[in-house]
């Protein structure tokens, strides 16, 4: 069956140190992935996603993820971390029904 | 992103109230989904809309019941919950193309709490 895991439930780094949230999946086909934010109170947005081509992928924010098959991951990282970066990060992957299956989700606190 | 409106924010009910949490998304999308956000639990999908029709119901009590007038409208109506459905009910929105790469794009969330 599908899966996303999320090793990290929670990770602490001080402001304008770097950050690397992981991501690792298990499904049969060419993966579809998502990262989503969600700040306290809001709903999810969509941080950036891959679908094909350069592995290294932009979001916004100033956050990118790399896909990396051969270890069926998925991180997201950020050079310098800010205090509004303090959120929930979702990692997900699509289906071939446009189903999304999600992470448990990591929490992130920046220290100042 | 604003496109997908949810209300109420909050809502406190008893176990033997009825209420409907509405959504309503503005990105001309065709497919519509309800999510429960329950802490220390992955994401839920309960319900999926395409095209107005429902396609996906994941074994979700029937104490929940949605309704999918339009392709911008979403319902979910709540009757005799149990006090373990407090959560944070998310909708979101897609653009249906027939594969994968669809976008789901969600709402800020209606937070229950069942007293």
């Known amino acids: 069956a599908q899966s996303v895991t999320q090793p990290d439930i929670h990770i602490t780094v001080s402001e304008g140190a770097s950050l690397e949230l992981r991501c690792n999946y298990s499904y049969g086909a060419t993966p579809y992935l998502f990262w989503y934010v969600q700040s306290p109170g809001q709903g999810l947005q969509l941080l950036l996603k891959?679908?094909?081509?350069?592995?290294l992928v932009q979001g916004i924010k100033g956050f990118e993820a790399e896909f990396k098959r051969s270890q069926s991951s998925f991180n997201l990282r950020k050079p310098s971390v800010h205090w509004s970066d303090a959120a929930e990060y979702f990692c997900?992957?699509?289906?071939?029904?446009?189903?999304?299956?999600f992470g448990q989700g990591t929490t992130l606190q920046v220290k100042p | 992103e604003t496109g997908v409106t949810q209300t109420p924010r909050h809502l406190v009910m008893g176990m033997t109230n009825k209420k409907s949490l509405k959504c309503e998304q503005h990105?001309?999308?065709?497919?519509m989904y309800w999510y429960k956000q329950s802490a220390k639990k992955p994401l839920e999908l309960m319900f999926v809309?395409?095209?107005?029709?429902?396609?996906e119901n994941n074994s979700v009590p029937s104490r929940f019941s949605p309704e999918c007038p339009n392709s911008s409208h979403l319902f979910l109506h709540l009757h005799t919950l149990q006090p373990e459905d407090s959560a944070l009910y998310l909708c979101a929105s897609s653009q249906v193309t027939g594969g994968v790469k669809n976008i789901q794009y969600f709402g800020a969330g209606t937070r229950l709490s069942v007293l």
């Open positions: 809309y395409s095209l107005e029709e429902r396609v």
């Open positions: 990105l001309g999308h065709n497919a």
């Open positions: 891959y679908f094909s081509g350069d592995t």
């Open positions: 997900a992957v699509g289906e071939s029904t446009g189903k999304l299956i």
